[in-house]
């Protein structure tokens, strides 16, 4: 079945430790990127990649890293996470990232930082 | 990037057809729209995508205006299961997400 794993779904952390979320996609796509939604500002983009080493910085990338050594992979790295990184965390994958290709997203991470 | 105006909630009852409204009219000619829709606690969903000519699926249909500055995502029989936010969205190269639709469908 094609889909995008994320894990994990959902994390409570402390502030300053580092964390790291997987996404997994089984599809061979070339495009992944991830988002995080919180409450009355919607779904905003922080990273995503064109593919294997190409990173780019989205909309919101402070306070985040990513990587992309494998196709399948993209991992987002929090190095010193904040509370104000509260939020839920959605990865997506396509095929590339021109218009005509659908976009694939995980179940999401809800991740806590107290 | 080109902006999308969307109503903020619809209501709809169940099992009758539902149509959601998109103006975009600042979209280029190599813009793609698509449709996602999200239901509570979980990912976007693709929901239907096209570029000039309306389009089909087993999920929903797709008008688009003649001029492109406007689309309307149809569902054609609504259900509970379809109560969730719709998102219209220019594609160039990245998804840009909005507020949305929240669709709601009572029985």
């Known amino acids: 079945e094609a889909q995008v794993t994320q894990n994990p779904r959902y994390l409570i952390t402390v502030t300053g430790k580092k964390l790291t979320v997987t996404c997994s996609q089984n599809?061979?796509?070339?495009?992944m990127s991830w988002y995080r939604q919180d409450p009355g500002l919607g779904l905003r983009q922080i990273y995503y990649?064109?593919?294997?080493?190409?990173?780019d910085k989205g909309d919101v990338p402070e306070g985040y890293k990513v990587s992309r050594k494998e196709k399948r992979n993209f991992p987002l790295i929090l190095e010193s996470p904040s509370p104000n990184q509260t939020s839920l965390y959605f990865c997506?994958?396509?095929?590339?990232?021109?218009?005509?290709?659908?976009?694939?997203f995980g179940q999401g991470t809800r991740l806590t930082v107290v | 990037d080109a902006k999308t105006t969307q109503p903020n909630s619809m209501e709809s009852n169940e099992e009758e057809p539902v149509h959601l409204p998109c103006n975009h009219s600042?979209?280029?000619?190599?813009?793609?729209i698509h449709w996602y829709r999200q239901l509570p606690s979980q990912g976007p969903e693709y929901v239907i995508h096209?570029?000039?000519s309306n389009v089909n699926n087993r999920m929903a249909s797709l008008a688009i205006a003649e001029d492109r500055k406007s689309s309307t995502l149809i569902l054609h029989r609504a259900t509970l299961r379809d109560a969730a936010v719709y998102y219209c969205?220019?594609?160039?190269?990245?998804?840009?997400f909005g507020k949305g639709t929240s669709l709601l469908v009572t029985p």
């Open positions: 096209g570029l000039t």
């Open positions: 599809m061979n796509h070339e495009y």
């Open positions: 997506a994958s396509s095929l590339s990232s021109r218009g005509q290709t659908e976009a694939f």
């Open positions: 969205i220019l594609l160039r190269e990245e998804l840009n």
């Open positions: 990649s064109m593919n294997v080493e190409a990173t």
């Open positions: 600042t979209i280029s000619g190599t813009d793609y």
